[in-house]
Structures are given as structure tokens and as C-alpha cells.
């Protein structure tokens, strides 16, 4: 984040007058510019004041701009077109959205709903990473299951999440329950013959909205036109097949990984997109060869853990393996682990590293 935002345009006429109208998200206007180009080029350097002097550069106050370009075509008439919207400020610290299924295991028989409570332990050992750092932070229990909730609850719940998910002072976030390569979320379980969850399979039903698409996502935080992108520094999406579609894209993480040289590289980065990370599973994770549910759980707080605990020093990635080390979770150890976990962007990034507003300057 800096103090001037930099417009630039290139007209098909080589020749013209050219005016920059500025709005805010009322519809007032803020200032302005005006020139006349020789050879196509437009640019205009704004330092984020208003016509009064008045800085304008408070994500509470000022969450978006509108701003209009007029110039004239190659046949001579005047057009004004709407500029693309620029990306989001970052909030003064980015908040942590911390979300699960609630009634995961109650759900799922009496073969599984003893394993509440390690799901609950591990639900707040999470949320107590953010707190350890004194970052805010909202634990949201999705409403999930057929046994006590109805159709139009879970889709109530559904839409609560999607609106603090686009709240743009969160910019963490962790899901736990069910999804695939572009849905989180669903109604009820599907069980194998032995009365198991099926782990990745998650059954609708009619006229069901408890669930959030990636298309969703991308359009509203990462394609908006009209408040701009608002990236995601962090996310785990903590369910099935999320590493094998669009889902890294939708939050703002392109999918591959990064060292810091790549974001501080105006090449590779003309954007100046601050660091970023996405985690998710490229295949079904749990069930037969993957240990308990205790220890599956241990291992989610074992790796918050360590990344908080050490947070000016320990990598997300680093964090996973230290992870895996204290639960021994996966039993299949490192190979088991890795060929099923993916980290995407930049895979060594510290627990609070580049989370507020100030903390990216470049260039």
C-alpha cells in the first residue's frame, strides 16, 4: 500500500484532451484531473486527497472508488469510460475467518460422534493462533446436518459465511468440512457399508444453498469490478480436492510456488501483489491408511501452533512438517503427507508476515 495511486491509459487517437473524474462509493465527487496527450499516452500521479486537501486513503470510510476516463475517439467524439477497479486497501491488519461444518462428527452416527471432541479442541486450538497474536478473529460454525437443522437454517447459515467471507477486513481463512475441486459445503454425509463418513462425498439436497462455489468467490473477491480485488493472504480450505481446481485463483493465489524474490520482482509482479498462500488437498483425506481422528486433529493444532508460536521465524510450510513430526500424522509420514498436501504462492510465509496494511511498501 502507498500514498498515491497512478492512473494510466493509451488512446487510439494519438492527439486529444483527455479528464480523470474520481468518485466515492456515495456517488461524490473527490477530484480530478485533466490534460492533453500527443501520443496516446495518459497518465496521472494521485496522492489520495480530495478537492479540499482531505486525505482519502481509510478502508472504513473510503472501501472503494469509481473513476471515469474521458478522451476523445479517432471519429472525434467525446466517450467516458469507467476505469477498472483497482485493488481493495488492505485493512490495517487482516483478520482471521475460522470456519467448520458444527456438527460434523454429531452427524455422523454413533461411530463417529465420539470423535466431537476432538474437533471442537481442534477448532479453538486454531482460532487460538490469531489470539496468541492479538490478530481478531470470528469462529463461524456452519450449520451442517439433516438430524436437527432445516434446509432453510443451513442456507441462512450459508449465507452468513459468504458475507464475512467478503468482508474485506478478514483475509485469512480456514474451512473444515466437506468440498471438491470447486463447491465447499453440502447437507449431510454419505457412509460407506461400515456406517463410515465417505470422506470427499457430501450429498444436496433439493432446492439446497449450503454450499459456496469457487465462481462465487473469484467473481466477488478476486474479478470485481466494482470494489475491487480483495486477495486473500492466507487460506486452508481442510477438505477433499480443493488443490485440484479453481480455488487457489478464486482467493487471489496463483498456483505455484513462490519465493519472496518473485513478489519483489516487477517483472514477475507488476501488479505489486503482496504475498499470498494457499493450502488444500489434491486427493480424499481420511478413512482407511489415515491414522485417527485424534491424531488428525492433533496435527491441525500442532501446525497452528508452531506457526504462531514461532511467528517471526517459521514458515507455513516448515510449520506443516514440524507438524506431522509431533502428531506422527499421517502414519505414512512425510510421503504420505506431502503427496497429499499442496501449498501454493509463497510456501514460506510466516504466520503474520505481510497481514497489515503498512507491512507492504514495495516498490
Avoid at 67 to 80: D, E, K, M, Q
Avoid at 82 to 105: E, K, M
Wanted: proline letters at 5%; charged letters at 15%.
Amino acid at each position: 500500500m502507498s500514498s498515491n495511486f497512478t492512473f494510466k491509459a493509451h488512446t487510439k487517437r494519438p492527439n486529444t484532451d483527455w479528464f480523470i473524474d474520481i468518485y466515492d462509493h456515495l456517488g461524490d465527487y473527490v477530484n480530478g484531473e485533466a490534460g492533453h496527450t500527443y501520443n496516446g499516452q495518459i497518465a496521472w500521479t494521485w496522492d489520495l486527497t480530495d478537492t479540499y486537501g482531505n486525505p482519502r486513503d481509510d478502508l472504513e470510510t473510503d472501501p472503494f472508488f469509481d473513476c471515469y476516463i474521458t478522451f476523445s475517439t479517432t471519429a472525434g467524439v467525446l466517450t467516458t469510460r469507467g476505469q477498472p477497479a483497482p485493488q481493495t486497501a488492505y485493512p490495517p491488519v487482516g483478520h482471521w475467518l475460522i470456519s467448520y461444518c458444527d456438527r460434523y462428527h454429531l452427524d455422523g452416527g454413533a461411530r463417529c460422534a465420539p470423535y466431537d471432541g476432538y474437533y471442537s479442541n481442534g477448532i479453538n486450538t486454531i482460532a487460538g493462533g490469531p489470539a496468541l497474536r492479538s490478530i481478531p478473529y470470528w469462529i463461524f460454525p456452519i450449520k451442517f446436518g439433516t438430524n436437527i437443522y432445516s434446509q432453510g437454517q443451513r442456507n441462512e447459515s450459508w449465507g452468513a459465511l459468504k458475507a464475512a467471507l467478503f468482508d474485506p477486513r478478514y483475509r485469512n481463512f480456514y474451512y473444515y468440512g466437506h468440498g471438491n475441486t470447486n463447491i465447499i459445503g453440502c447437507d449431510s454425509h454419505k457412509f460407506d457399508t461400515n456406517g463410515y463418513i465417505t470422506e470427499g462425498v457430501a450429498l444436496f439436497s433439493s432446492g439446497s444453498k449450503a454450499f459456496l462455489t469457487s465462481q462465487c468467490v473469484s467473481n466477488e473477491l478476486t474479478f470485481n469490478r466494482y470494489s475491487g480485488a480483495r486477495p486473500y493472504r492466507f487460506v486452508w480450505l481442510d477438505c477433499c480436492n480443493t488443490a485440484n481446481g479453481d480455488w487457489p485463483g478464486a482467493f487471489g493465489v496463483d498456483k505455484a510456488i513462490y519465493d519472496i524474490d518473485h513478489y519483489t520482482n516487477t517483472v514477475t509482479n507488476p501488479k505489486h501483489t503482496r504475498p499470498s498462500a494457499f493450502v488444500g488437498w489434491n486427493q480424499l483425506v481420511g478413512g482407511a491408511g489415515w491414522g485417527t481422528v485424534d491424531a488428525a486433529w492433533r496435527f491441525r493444532g500442532a501446525w497452528m501452533f508452531d506457526w504462531s508460536y514461532w511467528w517471526q521465524s517459521r514458515g507455513v510450510r516448515s510449520a506443516f512438517e514440524n507438524a506431522r513430526t509431533t502428531a506422527s500424522w499421517p502414519p505414512g509420514g512425510y510421503n504420505q503427507l506431502w503427496g497429499a498436501l499442496r501449498l501454493f504462492g509463497y510456501t514460506n510465509m510466516q504466520f503474520n508476515a505481510y497481514n497489515q496494511k503498512n507491512d507492504w511498501r514495495w516498490p
